[in-house]
């Protein structure tokens, strides 16, 4: 779930939080989409942080219940940039973004559902809606996108498994052997500080040195396009 400006001012201040107006315009979009599945009639019930297996904390952007939908199921809202958000139309969700989907998987298990809704909505729907002639693909409606996920044990104890490798890592001070090869790849996790780090240890030494592994994507989720 998004944090809250409120969270932002008071930990890192008004200038910091205003640098982070990428995370405050997904939390006012959360809102926004909140308030309108409400207003159509849907009930929504924000579960509060749960605890998975004491290696993975849940924070669910709500429980959503009521027309259309037999039984509740988990709900989370994404924000995207017309270029993220294209990405989310190309193929299945475990391909596009393996990360979204592990965390839809976990929460479900953290909040026994069996199904997951995520909206996704662009920054600017001018901009998506040129985007998507571009690329040449359709959308009923532009404004927001709907993607259903089904409960996957299997995925659910590999974000466990992987989890516990990070935390392993971590006590040890060592780093994690990436996957994927910056020749062939686009580095596919940018905002990360380490990204420095991370490449340039690989590249130095092919066997990744002291570096830990943690438990693999699997390949048939990787997308070769990326």
């Not at 965390?103 to 069996?114: F, K, P, R």
């Not at 532009?142 to 992987?162: C, G, M, N, T, Y």
């Amino acid at each position: 779930m998004a944090q809250s400006p409120d969270q932002f001012t008071s930990r890192i201040g008004v200038k910091g939080a205003a640098q982070n107006w990428p995370a405050l315009m997904g939390y006012l979009g959360q809102e926004l989409s909140a308030n309108i599945l409400v207003q159509m009639g849907y009930t929504l019930v924000v579960p509060g942080l749960r605890i998975v297996k004491d290696v993975l904390s849940v924070h669910p952007d709500g429980i959503l219940a009521g027309l259309d939908l037999p039984k509740p199921v988990l709900w989370d809202s994404k924000l995207r940039n017309c270029y993220g958000f294209k990405d989310l139309l190309k193929g299945p969700l475990k391909q596009q973004d393996a990360g979204m989907y592990l965390q839809m998987q976990e929460g479900m298990q953290a909040t026994d559902t069996e199904r997951a809704l995520i909206t996704v909505h662009p920054h600017d729907l001018s901009t998506w809606k040129v985007e998507l002639s571009r690329a040449k693909l359709t959308l009923a409606e532009p404004a927001v996108h709907r993607i259903w996920v089904e409960r996957d044990e299997k995925a659910q104890q590999l974000a466990v498994d992987r989890a516990q490798g990070l935390l392993a890592a971590k006590a040890l001070g060592k780093m994690v052997r990436r996957e994927f090869n910056p020749a062939s790849n686009k580095f596919p996790c940018t905002y990360c500080p380490y990204m420095v780090a991370c490449v340039q240890a690989d590249l130095t030494d092919p066997t990744g040195g002291d570096m830990m592994t943690v438990t693999p994507i699997p390949e048939e989720w990787k997308n070769a396009d990326k």
